[in-house]
C-alpha cells in the first residue's frame, strides 16, 4: 500500500509540473515581435526605410543605424537589443515596453574600423526571440 501511495503521489507531482511547465511556455510565446526592421533612421515611431542586409557608409565616417522593433504582448516588461560584431557584443540597450502593442528602436554608431558582420538580437528575459543580420561596409 506505501508503494501504491508513494506512485500516485509522483504521478500528481509530475503532472503539476509539466502543467506548470507548459504555462510558462505559453507565456513566452505570446510575446512576440509583430514587425522589425534595420533602418537608417526612426521618425514617428516608424522606419523611414529598409536597409535589409547591407548598409554602406562613406569613408572617415560614423554610420549610425536604427534597429526598429513592434513588440506584441510585454506591456509593462523590458526587452534588450543587443548587437553584435563579428559575434562580440558591443552594445546591449534596455527598452521598457509601454502596453500590449509598443513600437521601439535602439541605434548604434558604428566607425569604419568596425565593418563586416553584425547581428542584432532581441531578448526578453533569457530568450532570444528575435536576431536579425547585416553586413556594413565602408569603400575605399
Known sequence: MVGSNW?????ITTTLLLMLCAMLFT???????ERSQLTSNVAH??????LQNTVVG??????????FT???GLNGQQVVHRW????????AVSLTIGSDSWRTYSSKNIPDYWQGQWQVQVWQ??????SHDFELSYPR
Open 84 to 91: 553584435l560584431y563579428q559575434g562580440q557584443e558591443k552594445a
Open 58 to 67: 562613406q569613408r572617415d565616417e560614423i554610420k549610425k543605424v536604427y534597429f
Open 7 to 11: 506512485g500516485q503521489k509522483m504521478k
Open 125 to 130: 528575459n533569457d530568450l532570444m526571440v528575435l
Open 27 to 33: 507565456l513566452k510565446v505570446w510575446a512576440q515581435v
Open 45 to 50: 515611431s516608424e522606419p523611414v526605410d529598409n
Open 70 to 72: 513592434h513588440i506584441v
